[in-house]
Every structure is written in structure tokens, then in C-alpha cells.
């Protein structure tokens, strides 16, 4: 902004016109669209009839127009003496005359600064936001999804709340397909008179008054609504992307951080119909081991053989857990393993829905051609879905975070403004977390604090080289990895079972002297000091100690001994679905299911009950109590209990509540959103992205 207000001085200077007023008003504006406004009349740009006006001399004529006590009609003899010039190049007539001094005046009052600013504050305070359908919109495909916006209006102070920007979001995506008209006005009425009391305040005795009030509407209506139009809705767009990405990074958040499997065999499943449904299996360590494809439903029906498989890969590779993809056919793959495998049924052998949002993304990336060349996308997509359920927070690092599903019109922000969000909010999470360094794969050592995907690889490469590091301080051996990434870096890079027990803390390297210094004093050694209870109790009351690290330092450092991995996440439990739903018209308007919320808006929060469409818990739902924002009592990954208290089969729309049963609900929200407008109408569900089908053309692989 100030880079911008130093161009404008030194133009307007160059202009020469710069006025020791206009000199002030320049250096106290407070913000870009003003500066914009005191510098748009002496723009460089093309000529308009305005210039071509002043060019001419009619300066002087729309100075009389403005302030004269005379009309325009009883000084015709006078004016025309004045202004009228046959010679080539002027004016060559009253009318002309007349002409270009209104275009002088109109355009004047277009660009008067300080009329833009007052009326912009009322276009902010009392401005509202209209859609409407345009004539063509039925040719547009799924016109109807914007049905709730054909009638629609709403306050500018209500639309730009975080928990109402959502609306705004939808709408633009109606006006960008050419479903909707949007625009964004204030009263006429009120618009004129602004510009009337701006531009000639002392109105009576005007001697061309009515003339003047034209020229204001005419400047209003051709000019600044439009201006105004388009900054309001680009700033309620910028505003409307802040609260998106705000509610998607926490969710993101919550979502990397959700509770994990760990070392544990894994096999994977990703359901299919008639291609079959892709069976691998993932060792305690991540590690693809091999795949297999299995026909349980139709054409085939092979319900035997597809168990003796299971059946034979349980016991083969001592699996205890199943992950199943929660996409097409995913309810029946999970029912079918139920049914018919004998260690779920005995409980031996846990089976749960993943949530397989982005595995198509991954596996057609760059990143999967590269870990698994030569296996087909199918394949790669089992293998993601077995490893996020292992680590969610390894294996998502891989997929633009964008393509997991836990956000509002993601595809409808600011692309750059999201990705530098989302990018920090996993920076985030992987360092708070930390990572092993003999396990970790390049993309989630890349959001390690310093390293970047280009010292990962080298890290990578060098472990595959030279096999598993023995100390952090192996590190500095890798290409590009200086002291300063070292010091960035260390503290979040563990390495268990190594030369120095510490390297496997949040401890940093630069301590270790003190912390062994320490130890010898005491008479004992750094993994007693890591492991013992009673020496880290002893290091916590030393003062001495404290007092030379600094009391910062010294409390990570005693916090570090307490819990080495300082893991926030929570052991994974999967959660049972009521037996007797298996899809929506299972679902009983009235009773309560469990489900697990899988996307949290502005409006509310998406809740997974184990069928193939997600139910609708809508804010004013979510507890007996008034909740604001949904994320103060929700975050994604939870489970909960829900009650259905509306159904819409034919939309496949799942209404839901938590309030209790004999709480006095306000009217049940309906699934395509329950607040209204001034109209009556719905306020607006945001239209679902359709979910590509990443398991087309699944081919059967021999296991290895």
C-alpha cells in the first residue's frame, strides 16, 4: 500500500497537480480503495468524452451548469457566444456544447472521492446482497442446485459474517456458471440524494437544478453502482475465502491428528461392483506386501471364493485389522466381510470404514507412480487407504490437502491463499507431532522445519544408500543438509534404538551437552535419564540446572523426558454402525445412530451414520444450548450420537439432531439447509462435487 501511495504522489506531481490538500488527503488515507479514488482522476488512460470535453474548453460551461442561478435555456445567446466555434475541432454547435460540459459534470461526479467513500460505507452498512435466475439458466447443467438462490436477498452486514459466507460462495458459483445474476445495491433514492448533497449541496436557486439531478443518476447508475458492485463482491469473496480456509485448516487439522493405528499388519480392501473389489496387504511397518482382487458381488457372486482368500491373507500375514475404502460399495463390502469371515465374526479380527477421500488423487500422483511404477491405480489407491488407516498423518501429506474432503468450496477460493494455509497447517501438524527418520517417507520429512522436498530426497536416498541412521548428527553427511537446516530441523527428526538415547526426544542437539554433563554429576547415564521416573524427577527440581538453560528451555526439556514422542494423537478405535442400516432407507425418521462427523462447515457438520450418503447435523442442532460456530463443539474424526429428524429419499438428504428428545426444538432444519431468507425461502446446502470413480476398469493382479 505504501509502495502504491508513493507511485501515485510522484504521478500526480509529474502532472503537475498535485495541491498541498490533495498532498494530504493521499498520505492519510487508510486503505488501497481510497488511494484508488483520489488517484482515478488523473489515471493515464484513454480518452472518454469527459477529456475529449475539457480538450475542447467546456470547462467553463459545466461550471455554470453546476453553480449558475441562471438556467441553461436564458443564457442560450450568451453561452453560444462563449462556446460555439465552427472552425475544425471545436464545437460546433449549443448542443454539442451542452453535451461534452454533462460528460465533464457525470464524470466528475464519478470519480469525487470523498462521495465514493460515503457511499461505499453505506453500500457495506445497509447494502444488500441480491441473486436471481437468469433467463437462460435451464440450459445450464444442474441449474437446480441453485433453486434457493432465484429469490434471494440478504443484508451485506449478515452475509459477510464467517458463518454466513458460505451463501456467498454458492451464489458466485450460480453467477460463474451463468445460473445466477448477483449483484450487490443499495437504495436508489438514497444512492441519488448522496450524490446530489456531495456535488451541489446548496440546491436552491439552482438555475439548472432538474438538469443536475439526471447527470447525479446518470453518474450513479452508469458509473459508481457498478464500481461499487464489483468491490463489494470481491471483497465479501476475499472475506468469504478467509472463513473457508479458516474452517479448513482446523478441520485438516483435526483430521491429520485424528487417533491411528500404528505398527500394526493391515489389509486393505477398495470395494468395487463389477470389476471386483482390490485386496492388499500393508506389514507393521507400511510396507506393500501384495494384492489380490475378490468377486463377492455381481455378475460373479464368488461369495466362497472371495472368503477363502480373506480367509487365507488373515492367517498368512497374522492381520488383526481390515481397512475398507467408504466409497461405492463400500457399506456392502463391509457387510460382506462381517458376514462371512470368521475371525470378525469372532472378534479376532477387527474390520472398519476408512474414509478414502483422496486416494484417486494419490494414486495417479507422482508420488505413487514413483513408490509403486509398476502397479496399477487401483492397486496404489488400496495401499493409501491401508496406510491411512495404519497413519493418517503420514499418508495424507502425499494428497493436496484440497482433495481430502474435509472443506467449504474449496475449489472456489483463492487457490494461492489456500495452498500456503493448508501447506502450514501440515507443516504444523508434522512437526508437532515429529517423524522417524529411518521410516519416514520424502513427502512428510519435506514439512520438516528447514528441509523441503529437495533435502527429503536427499535424506531418503542416503538412508537407502548407507542403511538406517545411528545419530542425528548423521545428518550434516547429507547433500545440502548445512548446520543452519540442522538446527532448524533435529529436534523434530527422531531416531529410536540409536547411538544417543535422546535422539529419540524433542531434546535438541544443542543440549545434549548440558543433559550429559548433567548425568555424569549424578552418577548415571542418558537412557536412565530418558527411562527412569525418579532421575527425570530429580533433573525437574534442580534449579541450578534451570537456571543456566533458562526456564523456557529447561520446561521442554523436562516435558520431553516425561512423554519422548509427545504424541497428541489417541489410540485408533473403530466405530460400530447400528447392524441394521446398511443404506439410507434403512434410516428411521425419530431414532438415534452412531455416526462419525466427516466434515465440519460454517452451517453446521457432516456426520457419517454408515450409509453412503453423509447426514446434515445443522448448528442449531447440534446441542440444546445456542452454539455459534460448530467447530466449538465438534471437530472432524469424532463420534457421536445422532438422532434423524428428517428424511428426503428422493434427494438422498439426511436431516439430523443432537438435542435431546424433550428439548423445545425450534422447527427441524430440513437437509438443504434450515435458515431462511427474507423471501421464506431455504438458505443454501453448497452443492456436493461430484466424486470421480477411481476404480473403473479394476483388473485382477496375483498376489506375490
Known sequence: MEKRREFILDAIKKQEKLTPELEKKILAADTLNKLEDLYAPYKSKRKTKGTIAKEKGLEPLAEFLLTSKKSFEESVEELKKQFVDSSEGKVKDLKEALNGACDILVENFSQDPDLKEDLRKDFWTVGKVKASKRKDAETITDWDKFKDFFEFEENVEKIKDPKNTHRFLAMRRGMNLKVLKLEVAIDQELAYQKVEGHMFPDSEGLGNYELLQKLAKKAYDNSISSSLDLELKSELKSIADNAAIDVFGVNLKNLLLQPYLGSKAVLGIDPGIRTGCKVVVIDDTGKYVGDHVIYPFAPKFDTQGSKVIIDKLIEAFQIKYIAIGNGTNGRETLEFIEDNIEAVKSGDVKAAMINESGASIYSASDIARKEFPDKDVTVRGAISIARRFQDPLAELVKIDPKSIGVGQYQHDVNQVRLKKSLGAVVEDCVNFVGVDINTASAPLLSYISGIGPS???????????????????????????????????????????????????????????????????????????????EVIAKLEKDTALKEKVGDLTFADIVKSLKAPKQDPRSEFKPVEFRKDVRKIDDLKSGQWYTGVVNNITNFGAFVDLGVKESGLLHVSQIA?????????????????????????????????????????????????????????????????????????????????
Open 624 to 704: 440444546d444450548e445456542f452454539i455459534e460456530n460448530p467447530m466449538d463443539k465438534l471437530k472432524v474424526g469424532e463420534k457421536l450420537k445422532v438422532r434423524v429428524i428428517g428424511l428426503d429419499l428422493e434427494r438422498k438428504r439426511i436431516s439430523l439432531s443432537c438435542k435431546s428428545e424433550d428439548s423445545a426444538d425450534a422447527p427441524m432444519p430440513s437437509s438443504s439447509g434450515p435458515r431462511k431468507n427474507r423471501h421464506g425461502k431455504r438458505a443454501p446446502m453448497p452443492p456436493k462435487d461430484i466424486k470421480n470413480n477411481a476404480f473403473a476398469g479394476l483388473k485382477g493382479l496375483k498376489l506375490k
Open 455 to 533: 533435502i527429503a530426497e536427499n535424506v531418503v536416498k542416503t538412508r537407502e544408500k548407507k542403511g538406517v541412521f545411528k545419530s542425528r548428527g548423521q545428518l550434516l553427511d547429507v547433500s545440502r543438509f548445512s548446520e543452519k537446516v540442522f538446527q532448524q530441523a533435529a529436534g523434530f527428526l527422531r531416531i529410536y534404538n540409536g547411538d544417543n538415547p535422546l535422539d529419540g526426544t524433542f531434546i535438541h542437539p544443542e543440549q545434549y551437552p548440558i543433559l550429559e554433563a548433567w548425568a555424569k554429576e549424578q552418577g548415571t547415564d542418558l537412557k536412565s535419564l530418558v527411562q527412569d521416573n
